[in-house]
């Protein structure tokens, strides 16, 4: 049982930055593979950034320098840093966790938080 709770999207200009929280429930959070996706109108979704639960990233090829994505597993929260923000960033980011240490694996999604990044 895992609920997922985002914040802190907001509407920033080009080049700015933004910070997004993902707070999870219960007590399995390290065992939780953990995500950032995010879904632009009349666009499929697709994934951000990823983190294991042993800490290691991925990122998709237009974030990679710009974005970070960290976890703290005291907290139960994941993050993604958000730096020199485009217009086409534009999108409802969703929180995804994964448990994968059962089979077959769950997977478990936020409400989502609203990025805009003007022109």
């Known amino acids: 049982q895992v609920q997922l709770v985002e914040s802190g999207g907001g509407l920033v200009e080009a080049g700015g930055s933004l910070r997004l929280s993902c707070a999870a429930s219960g007590s399995v959070f390290s065992f939780l593979d953990m995500g950032w996706y995010r879904q632009a109108p009349g666009k499929e979704r697709e994934l951000v950034a990823a983190i294991t639960r042993g800490g290691s990233t991925s990122y998709a090829d237009f974030v990679k320098g710009r974005f970070t994505i960290s976890r703290d597993n005291t907290k139960k929260a994941v993050y993604l840093q958000m730096n020199s923000l485009k217009p086409e960033d534009t999108a409802v980011y969703y929180c995804?966790?994964?448990?994968?240490?059962?089979?077959?694996?769950?997977?478990?999604w936020g409400q989502g938080t609203q990025v805009t990044v003007s022109s």
């Open positions: 995804k966790a994964k448990l994968i240490a059962i089979r077959p694996p769950v997977d478990y």
